[in-house]
């Protein structure tokens, strides 16, 4: 895996490109890779019951995702995060499934 950003609690990994022998950070080399973001449990409730393993998606227009999940049953599982590196959000499903939402920042 490389590391493609990171702070002290948000990494987010890709797997290698076999088809590219770029060696710089362009983006364009990791089109066809797997990517895998890990954040930190900054309390111990995340580590005890009713939480569980969040699938997590990269969007280009959160709002716009938001609401096509709200039309579905889904809801904010708290506020819109807006750290230095973009924008975080966490929805329920109706079944009461985790799902993490990213938008890259600019």
């Not at 710089?24 to 409730?45: F, G, H, M, Y």
């Not at 995702?65 to 708290?78: E, N, P, S, T, Y």
Request: proline share 5%; glycine share 8%.
């Amino acid at each position: 895996l490389t590391v493609i950003r990171h702070t002290d609690e948000w990494a987010e990994l890709t797997t290698s490109n076999n088809n590219s022998n770029n060696n710089n950070n362009n983006n364009t080399s990791l089109d066809n890779s797997i990517r895998v973001s890990i954040k930190t449990a900054s309390n111990e409730a995340q580590l005890s019951v009713g939480y569980g393993p969040i699938l997590s998606f990269d969007v280009e227009d959160m709002d716009n995702v938001i609401a096509k999940c709200a039309q579905m049953g889904g809801h904010l599982d708290g506020p819109i995060q807006y750290p230095a590196h973009g924008k975080v959000a966490a929805l329920r499903s109706p079944q009461g499934h985790m799902i993490g939402l990213y938008e890259p920042a600019i």
